[in-house]
């Protein structure tokens, strides 16, 4: 059964810098592309960043592009999201999911399961 569980998470000041990570198991990471999104205030999931370890590939928002970077560890089966930079507006929960290819990666329909999240919050 294919799952993952997010961490990293915490209170940071403005500026500082977070790295999440998304454990993945019942699948290899060959096997599954990964996307991290984070829930808005207005209670919307914003895709965020997104990697293929098969294809090769991965995929940073515009938003946040130039702050925060994807990568993966094979050998640990693992997903981060390295954030730099952050601002107030970066907070939120953060959840990575297995893209399920229903739709872009920035879909939030487009992927199953999900973690269970984890709490982002930058202030001073």
């Known amino acids: 059964q294919l799952q993952l569980v997010e961490s990293g998470g915490g209170l940071v000041q403005p500026g500082g810098s977070l790295t999440l990570a998304c454990t993945v198991s019942?699948?290899?990471?060959?096997?599954?592309?990964i996307g991290w999104f984070r829930q808005t205030p207005e209670n919307w999931r914003e895709g965020l960043a997104w990697i293929s370890v098969s294809a090769r590939d991965s995929r940073v928002a515009g938003s946040v592009k130039g702050r925060f970077t994807i990568s993966t560890d094979i050998s640990k089966n693992e997903v981060y999201l390295q954030m730099n930079s952050l601002k107030p507006e970066d907070t939120g929960i953060y959840y990575c999911?297995?893209?399920?290819?229903?739709?872009?990666?920035?879909?939030?329909?487009?992927?199953?399961?999900w973690g269970q999240g984890t709490q982002v919050t930058v202030s001073s």
């Open positions: 999911a297995a893209d399920a290819h229903r739709g872009a990666w920035t879909f939030a329909g487009s992927y199953d399961p």
């Open positions: 019942g699948l290899t990471l060959e096997n599954v592309a």
